[in-house]
């Protein structure tokens, strides 16, 4: 059977039918007001999910009692019957397209912070989370009670606002789930100790939202592990199963992980496709309701697999669906290759915790639905794209879609220009598959592709362009350091490697790119880094970066902060601790160097060049994925006001 015939086929949750098997998970997207309402910008975030051909959507983590159980600062509320026809909008948003809205109850509990919510934080214990740091208060039993009726008055309020179904957060290290661990629930009454105690506010909370609603799907989102010692282990995750369903669930979402295990919970790309399958497959085994999984599932054949073999009944797919939002569609149309990859970045899970709206490195219309979904005029002049990387082929790419004749010239002899380099580090490949994803889009459209074509003056003289776009890139600045016998930069040596084994390798430049090439080497070389900051890698995404971190000391590479290199002969590299203020002397047999980029630029005869000159991606800054595709994606519109 086609995955697509798979995923297509309908499920009843409850007394609701859903028309496919695809999800989209809860997630924050900070779109939502100060003061917790639905605004436009959440709309139409949700809207391009729903209309994508999703069979349900979860909305985000939506707090049943601010500000005390909030999580960010515009987090989504569902505690006052004010907030009721923002909510009744955003359902009725969702159920336009034949999609079963539902929504995610959430207390943050103590993993929040007093700069979210303006006080103490609460939990089971005064136990803190040392991710968040901020010591939390012990609940009272009448805090508790009052808690209970919180959660049960906010799936009272989505059954008015009309939703479909709640979904009950007690996983990831959240408030319920702090009562379900015995890692973050220390108590000595009824609600600690054994598991049945430990479970009681759960089930006290399923039994109300039953007793007062009377047609919603209810849900639960729980760890069957929760990867720290002390916490909750697998066999008793399989037990809380089958509890939660005793109590009344319909619908179970296995998850795992709490802030403190990190990428257990936000997964990076080292992390295989599907990796809980085989855990959420046991909770199947224990139980009779339908159970949703995902996790890293990008493809739809594997979706597809996994429910087929019965691991699952409901895929999620998160992340997947910030690249995509059309996802659901083109996998139940047979069209995997058609979908925008996620590659597992982290950018989205960055841009919220930096208190921002949600983001996504390889979708730029991400979190700005309802700025870049805006009808812009047709454009139908030509235009010359000068650069294939990815703001070169976004660029070509979004204005073809408005209407432009385009032409994208390489100086190269292929198109992804950086990306070549950027998928060869540990937990890169991802990377490959959105650059495949670009070269197809591009060689499926209307874009006229010249290889092997550097922008010149003659060039424009002989397409004579309306408007030009300089994405030419950028190059690694290279210091020149006479003496040093084998120099190279580190974008270079990941782009073609040259197959080294045990060789002395001085890496100068700690940020991201210097840690990555370590990574790439230290397998069969002696690696050393040489930063000249006290932080390696500051301009990563933390998972990855902690991540990242871990492999460098795991694969022995030296790593010297606060040091530079001074000079170099045929046999040895001279540093110098700048805290120490010491000399340092190594033998190597080869330098690179991860010190940044300077802009590409083309020297053109400024007689020849059109009136709109536009200069996008590395060509104006070097940066990352992110920002080139966004102010590619943003050419339409500045032309249109032009």
Not at 82 to 105: F, H, N, R, S, V
Not at 364 to 386: D, F, I, W
Not at 562 to 584: F, P
Request: proline share 5%; with cysteine.
């Amino acid at each position: 059977m086609s995955y697509a015939n798979v995923l297509g086929k309908p499920l009843f949750l409850g007394a609701k039918r859903i028309k496919n098997r695809i999800v989209m998970p809860a997630m924050g997207t900070g779109l939502a007001s100060a003061q917790g309402e639905v605004t436009p910008a959440l709309l139409r975030y949700y809207e391009e999910r729903a209309r994508g051909g999703a069979g349900a959507i979860v909305v985000e983590i939506a707090c049943v009692d601010s500000p005390e159980g909030k999580g960010s600062l515009t987090q989504l509320c569902i505690d006052r019957q004010e907030l009721l026809p923002g909510l009744a909008e955003l359902a009725e948003t969702i159920k336009a397209y034949d999609c079963l809205a539902m929504i995610q109850l959430h207390h943050a509990g103590r993993q929040t912070s007093p700069l979210v919510t303006g006080r103490q934080p609460v939990a089971p214990s005064p136990k803190a989370c040392r991710f968040m740091r901020a010591e939390p208060r012990q609940l009272s039993r009448e805090e508790i009670a009052a808690i209970r009726n919180r959660f049960i008055q906010a799936a009272v309020i989505a059954e008015q606002a009309g939703f479909d179904g709640v979904e009950l957060h007690a996983a990831h290290g959240y408030l319920l789930n702090q009562f379900l661990s015995p890692y973050t629930n220390l108590r000595e009454d009824e609600y600690g100790g054994s598991l049945e105690n430990r479970f009681r506010l759960l089930k006290e909370i399923m039994e109300g939202i039953k007793t007062y609603t009377s047609r919603l799907i209810l849900g639960v989102r729980f760890n069957l592990a929760d990867f720290v010692k002390g916490g909750i282990e697998l066999e008793e995750g399989l037990e809380m199963a089958r509890l939660i369903e005793e109590s009344g669930a319909d619908l179970l979402n296995a998850s795992c992980g709490i802030y403190e295990s990190g990428q257990t919970s936000i997964e990076t790309g080292s992390f295989p496709e599907g990796w809980r399958m085989d855990m959420i497959r046991q909770a199947k085994g224990r139980v009779s309701i339908p159970v949703m999984g995902g996790g890293v599932v990008r493809r739809p054949e594997m979706a597809a697999r996994f429910i087929e073999e019965g691991y699952i009944d409901l895929v999620w797919v998160g992340r997947g669906m910030l690249a995509d939002p059309d996802w659901a569609n083109k996998a139940l149309r047979g069209q995997g290759e058609k979908i925008r990859p996620c590659i597992t970045c982290n950018t989205c899970f960055a841009s919220i915790i930096q208190g921002h709206h949600i983001r996504c490195a390889v979708n730029p219309v991400t979190g700005r639905e309802e700025r870049l979904l805006r009808p812009t005029e047709t454009y139908s002049k030509t235009v010359l794209v000068a650069g294939g990387g990815p703001a070169g082929m976004q660029a070509a790419l979004s204005l073809a879609r408005a209407g432009s004749n385009v032409v994208l010239a390489e100086a190269g002899s292929f198109l992804g220009g950086q990306m070549t380099a950027a998928q060869k580090p540990p937990g890169k490949s991802a990377i490959a598959r959105l650059q495949q994803y670009l070269i197809t889009e591009v060689e499926s459209s209307s874009i006229q592709v010249r290889l092997n074509t550097p922008v010149t003056s003659q060039l424009l003289a002989e397409i004579k362009p309306d408007v030009l776009v300089i994405a030419a890139g950028s190059k690694p600045f290279i210091p020149d350091y006479p003496g040093i016998k084998s120099i190279y930069s580190a974008a270079e040596i990941l782009a073609n490697d040259p197959g080294w084994e045990n060789q002395q390798v001085i890496i100068v430049g700690g940020g991201s790119t210097g840690c990555e090439a370590a990574d790439f080497l230290a397998e069969k070389n002696q690696v050393t880094i040489v930063e000249k900051t006290k932080v390696l890698a500051a301009d990563m995404e933390n998972m990855s970066r902690l991540e990242l971190l871990a492999r460098l000391k795991q694969k022995q590479v030296k790593i010297l902060k606060m040091t530079v290199l001074e000079g170099a002969d045929d046999t040895k590299v001279v540093l110098r601790s700048a805290d120490r203020n010491e000399t340092i002397e190594l033998p190597y047999d080869h330098v690179l160097f991860a010190v940044g980029n300077r802009p590409v630029l083309p020297e053109l005869d400024p007689d020849t060049l059109p009136d709109q000159v536009f200069v996008i991606g590395d060509a104006q800054q070097p940066r990352g994925f992110s920002q080139a595709f966004f102010e590619a994606q943003m050419l339409p519109y500045r032309l249109s006001r032009c």
